[in-house]
């Protein structure tokens, strides 16, 4: 049966979908999901049809076991202008390459070395404050993973004064790759429109930043650029084609922007939101700060501690699946493709959203509720893998999920064994604002009490 005959909503005649879809895409998604069921047809203007897909056993087919027949859809394409043919955008025979060249920095091993510098980042930041403070907790989130990707990845270290450029570059360059993603004429990125102009002088900042650490990182003598140091940038110019060729500045350039974008910008929308949900549940709160208390007992945490902070592990998953910063995955039909019982075209485009599917009530009584309690125990293994999927899934899950999920326990736990955070007075309805990643919309501003 051909997937155009799937249900879905009417739209209007030229533009389809596509407007209701961005005016609010998660209400769209998740009220065509209500209404029409696991499959949904969605047309993005004349000729773009879109499939939203949320069953997580067919899910797994468009993932993992019928992966060949997909690529990554039109939004990471469109990400290339930012981060160009890195592992997050690259397919087939490179991608493996790059994939199996950087697997090593993401082994658990390694990425315990990591714990010390994540800490310490943590405690950095945090020796500024003092009670009754406000925070732009948003800000200093982002700073922190910034800083830590750096240290941990490029044993790099960014100059303050560029750190708030990098910033507003970052957000320029997410806004404009999510309107183009989802709209359906392709104007040239020549054209010299103002979000055309704003994009490439962010990506010039952005450009500059990268380029100066890996031209740092060549300068220096061999050993030290090589053998020498175990960090992701060194093994990336360590690496040798079967020829023996070496990856040009550019392939470089284009692994460090991936990492630094993904590496960074998801774990910190993760962990604003973790400190919103702790603010507004006073009880997981309570539960927390106890944790810390009896297992640390005062001492900084290590990535040993890890497996005995229970019910920080909890909170972070329960607050990926509110909030799963990644909050939708993207795949086109590169060649005719059967998926239950549909038939799917080339150039298709099979949309499956984390943020639809952790709130679906056949998986999570109360979906709306926020009870980090419901991960306890083997639940996990009571639902369908894809049913919770923060981090994708197939050969292409999140390659820094391990590295992800400790670094945002140890910062907790650092940060939270010292200081709560409030919203701040009158701060006003916290909105979801779903770019690239899924942001609370205009930051959030939280008041600093330390703890007794
Ligand atoms: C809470 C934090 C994070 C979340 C929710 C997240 C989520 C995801 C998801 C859903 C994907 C798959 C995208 C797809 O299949 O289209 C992905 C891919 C990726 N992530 Fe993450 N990520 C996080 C943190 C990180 C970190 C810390 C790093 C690196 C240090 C990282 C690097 C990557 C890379 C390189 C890919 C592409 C992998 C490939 O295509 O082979 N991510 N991430």
Not at 110 to 138: D, F, N, P
Not at 383 to 392: D, K, S, T, V, W
Request: with cysteine; glycine share 8%.
């Amino acid at each position: 049966m051909s997937a155009k005959t799937a249900p879905g909503p009417r739209g209007l005649p030229i533009t389809g979908n596509l407007l209701a879809f961005r005016k609010d895409p998660l209400h769209f998604l998740e009220q065509s999901f209500r209404e029409y069921g696991e499959l949904v047809h969605l047309r993005f203007g004349p000729s773009r049809h879109l499939y939203l897909l949320t069953e997580p056993d067919l899910i797994k087919e468009v993932l993992l076991t019928k992966q060949q027949h997909f690529r990554k859809a039109k939004g990471l394409q469109t990400a290339k202008a930012v981060v160009g043919e890195g592992i997050l955008t690259s397919e087939k025979e490179k991608h493996l390459r790059q994939r199996r060249l950087m697997q090593p920095s993401f082994r658990k091993d390694r990425i315990s070395a990591y714990g010390e510098a994540m800490v310490r980042h943590a405690e950095r930041m945090t020796s500024q404050w003092e009670t009754g403070q406000t925070r732009v907790i948003t800000e200093d989130m982002m700073q922190l993973t910034l800083d830590i990707i750096m240290e941990t990845m490029f044993g790099s270290r960014l100059e303050e004064e560029i750190v708030g450029g990098i910033g507003r570059a970052i957000d320029v360059g997410m806004k404009y790759v999510s309107t183009r993603a989802s709209s359906f004429i392709d104007l040239p990125a020549s054209l010299p429109t103002k979000s055309n102009r704003e994009f490439q002088e962010a990506s010039k900042l952005l450009d500059g930043v990268i380029y100066s650490i890996i031209e740092k990182r060549r300068k220096q003598p061999a050993g030290e650029a090589g053998t020498g140091r175990k960090d992701l940038l060194s093994m990336l110019l360590a690496a040798r084609d079967e020829d023996g060729s070496a990856m040009t500045d550019e392939q470089v350039r284009d692994e460090v922007m991936t990492i630094f974008l993904a590496g960074h910008e998801t774990t910190a929308n993760t962990l604003s939101w973790t400190w919103y949900l702790l603010a507004l549940n006073p009880e997981a709160e309570r539960k927390l700060h106890a944790e810390l208390d009896s297992v640390l007992q005062g001492r900084l945490p290590t990535p040993e501690d890890l497996d005995k902070l229970e019910y920080l592990q909890l909170l972070l998953w329960e607050s990926m699946r509110l909030y799963p910063a990644v909050w939708a995955i993207n795949r086109e039909v590169v060649d005719e493709v059967e998926i239950g019982g549909h038939t799917f075209r080339p150039g298709d485009t099979i949309m499956m959203s984390q943020y639809v599917m952790h709130r679906n009530p056949a998986y999570y009584d109360n979906p709306e509720e926020f009870r980090p309690e419901r991960f306890e125990g083997d639940f996990m293994k009571t639902i369908p893998q894809f049913a919770y999927f923060p981090f994708g899934g197939g050969p292409r899950v999140c390659i820094g999920n391990n590295f992800a999920m400790m670094e945002a326990a140890l910062l907790i736990a650092t940060v939270g064994q010292r200081f709560g955070l409030r919203l701040a007075d009158g701060h006003p309805p916290v909105e979801l604002e779903p770019l690239v990643t899924l942001r609370p919309k205009n930051g959030l501003s939280m008041i600093v009490e330390a703890r007794g």
